[in-house]
């Protein structure tokens, strides 16, 4: 059984230094908390910082120099930003999935196989294994068992965003990070993914920036709304849409801005 994690955030800034305009403030001072087991969708108008948050939960931003993190991320009570902490044994609790599938220039098999070779050092068999038990969950196994040495990238874009969760899942993280991982989609392989998601919320903690409030309002357990780099208000889903407490919110949510 795979053990899913809670997020706390504690007075999280990040800086992007060394912008045009000497540097931009993209999260300031965020206190979160994220349930396990659960949807939390993080919404706001673009540039507010949505995808900067995700980063912040796998360490994306370690690849960039320019980047200033400050404050506190615990992922089970660990904190994730303490300077001897492995890097890659993060990366694979905390799987991203981003917008637009990115599969490698090798077979739908490989595709999967390759972050097992590197994460988890497991036997040829357990490989395979996993790659079907991966291909399965994300119900694209009956579509591609014939066919398993085939190129991933002649998979339909719908095809290749299952592919991309399956990659993400076979290694078995704690936590999945999506961002608008449907957008690039059309609605039948979106609903796909929103009914696997579903799913999955079951064994993993999910944490899913998107910017379609119909998608919010079917999908989330938990919403965050964020603007200029804030949080402005955060709550289960039923009661952040139908009693938001600030108005910034409350014109969010009626679509006078967006
Ligand atoms: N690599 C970077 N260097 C400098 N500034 C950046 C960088 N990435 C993001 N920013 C700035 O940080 C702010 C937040 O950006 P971010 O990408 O997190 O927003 P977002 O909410 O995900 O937007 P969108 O909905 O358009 O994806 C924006 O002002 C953006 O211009
Ligand atoms: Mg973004």
Redesign the pocket.
Known sequence: MINPAEIKIRNLSIE?KK?KKGF?K?IENINLDIPRNKITMII?P???????LLKSINRLHDI?E?VSVQGSLEINGEDIYYSGRPVPELRRRVGLIHQKPVPLPLSIFKNIAYGLKIHNNIHKDEVERRVIEALKKVHLWDEVKDRLDSPAIALSLGQQQRLSIARAIAIKPEVLLCD?ITSALDPISSGKIEQLLVTLSEDYTIVW?S?ILRQVRRMADYVVFLYMGRMVECGEKEQFFEDPQDSLTQNYIRGLFT
């Open positions: 992007y912008a931009v993209a706001g673009s540039g507010c910082g949505k995808s900067t960039n320019e608008e920036v910017h």
